[in-house]
């Protein structure tokens, strides 16, 4: 079975391009190939005013605007696109500078991270034979407002097959609202003694800005029903259901939060979540060691009906819709989650979760990124809350929508007991990625382009003060070494990336 993965980040705009040939026209923008007055020639916009020759002249004049035109505009409305050059000024009685003007290049940003298009560009073009007197151009390729965020398809040797997708329209009827939703659902575990299907379900909505602000909004509602596996037998890297129990429990839960954008590229979030969780007693669970000697489990989950409530504080950098024109660029993400009975939390814990990478353009167009993710959880954190080894490992499967449908650990290739840690408090992981572009095309309706990869890296991970004790005391690395390394193709369309790779074949097959 060939599997498929899409990326969680919707994308955005594709690739970039250079001026005209003749270098005479003002333009700025991601556009994969340069941006000519004959494109729309036989197709005029409604909202296009004029047409004319591209403006030439000597360098670094003052151009007046005196009338706008936007091309390319379908679902997204007339008022989405002015608004972003009304706020960089770009309006008629407006002077800006050719050849350069920053507030040209920071409306295309405007115009790009809201993610609707996949081609941006913006250029001048004379009204007459003045050349002090131009059409502000605004050329646009949509790209599907409809998202396939995630498509998850795969088996195990507790859950025979388990899938779902994630579905979002992100201009709801041309409002701007970001509708959406996702489930996944299991098939019954087999060879446990609670044989639970195990189920979530989620919808989220998102209003970018609201009220003529650029604040915007989100919130989203969510149920799951988990019937969690845990050792309780076996060797660490035995995946044998038999070697298992499992957890019932259920969490019902809501996230309202708004979105602060200090730049086109950089934004915070604040989120709010509190959510219900019954949770069926476990007695007093322990596990039956090789040796025969058992010891007691922390399940790291309170009993019976209780609540989580916690405040999230994210704060993103993302330049990564510029590489393809900067040849160069890269993303950071800081998460950081406290939980406390001050907000009316059942827990009291504090989670930092930081990752980015960074992508090079190397002088024969091949591309280098290197990435790095890491994560620590201080305090009484829910189980879910915790670090699951297969959310680092390549090979491994993770959970899905705060599910995990499998027995099976990360592969131990250095021989540390890296396989050793259910879950984990502190975690991270370094790669290194090549990329080979195979074909680019921006004008298709759906694939845009493929490209190859190839990816090789390091991961670990640790546990609590206890778990670290003991292993120092058995003479075991405290914080074992796994391997990452996976290749593969990816298909950049205009719903998601497909990913076509080893790992994500090895994370969905009953090994």
Known sequence: MLALMLSLAAPGVRAAGPPDADGSALVRGRTAQPARASEHEDDPDEEDLV???LVEGPIERAVEIVALQIRGRKQVTAKQVTEALEAEGLVEGEQVFWPEDARIDRAVQRLAATGYFDQVAI???PVSRDSD???LVVDLHERGSLVVRDLSAASSLLTPFAGGFDLMERNLAGSRVHLGAAFV?????????DDRRQQAYKIYTELPVIAGTPVGVVGSAYAILANEPYRVAGQNYDPDPSNFDTLRYNRFG???????PFRADLRLGIDFRFEAIEAEPAGAPTQTLPGGEERELDLHLQDGLHYLSSAEFSLVWDERNRAAMLGKGGHIRLDVQLSSPAIGSSYEYLRVLIG???SFRLPWGHWLTPSLWGG??????????????GDLADWTPGRTMGLQYSTRWPVDTFKTGVNAYALAHLGGRVDLEYGIPLFRRPRTSFVYGGYLFFSAGLFTLTGTRAERSE???????????GLNADFGLKLDTSIGTFDFSVGNVLRRVPL
């Open 356 to 358: 980015g990478g960074y």
């Open 185 to 193: 659902v299991g098939t019954k575990g087999r060879g446990v003694p």
């Open 133 to 135: 007197r131009a059409s």
């Open 471 to 481: 292993r120092r005391a058995l003479g075991e690395p405290v914080a074992p070494v």
């Open 123 to 125: 250029r001048l073009v």
């Open 51 to 53: 047409e004319g020759e």
């Open 376 to 389: 620590q959880i201080a305090g009484d954190a829910p189980r879910f809350e915790l670090i699951l080894p």
């Open 254 to 260: 809501s996230v309202v939060g708004v979105t602060i």
